[in-house]
């Protein structure tokens, strides 16, 4: 059993800054991709970003320059800074690991940090 534990999120001013944390916890042999994703209020989801095993990086366009994702291996844990934050990023953000077993691999998703931006 593997679960994907989301903490950071909240209220914040625009232009302000946020750090939202998403941890593994279970049993499992190693994780390699992670990613945050988003859904505002009537839209579909959204990926923001994404950090492989090796440390590789991608971006929506939206958020590039103002977002960082990081991971930290020996913590299971992928990490997401959120600066210049703007009103149009609110929205509920989930993390997602593909997580993989001896013999299983398997899509994670976190329970959802609501985050929103005051204009």
């Known amino acids: 059993q593997v679960q994907l534990v989301e903490s950071g999120g909240g209220l914040v001013q625009a232009g302000g800054s946020l750090r939202l944390s998403c941890a593994a916890v279970?049993?499992?042999?190693?994780?390699?991709?992670m990613s945050w994703h988003r859904q505002a209020p009537g839209k579909q989801r959204e990926l923001v970003a994404t950090i492989t095993s090796d440390d590789d990086t991608n971006y929506a366009e939206s958020v590039k320059g103002r977002f960082t994702i990081s991971r930290d291996n020996a913590k299971n844990t992928v990490y997401l800074q959120m600066d210049s934050l703007k009103s149009e990023d609110t929205a509920v953000y989930y993390c997602?690991?593909?997580?993989?077993?001896?013999?299983?691999?398997?899509?994670?998703w976190g329970q959802g940090t609501q985050v929103t931006v005051s204009s």
């Open positions: 997602n690991m593909r997580v993989y077993g001896d013999w299983w691999d398997y899509d994670y």
């Open positions: 279970g049993n499992f042999f190693s994780i390699r991709a």
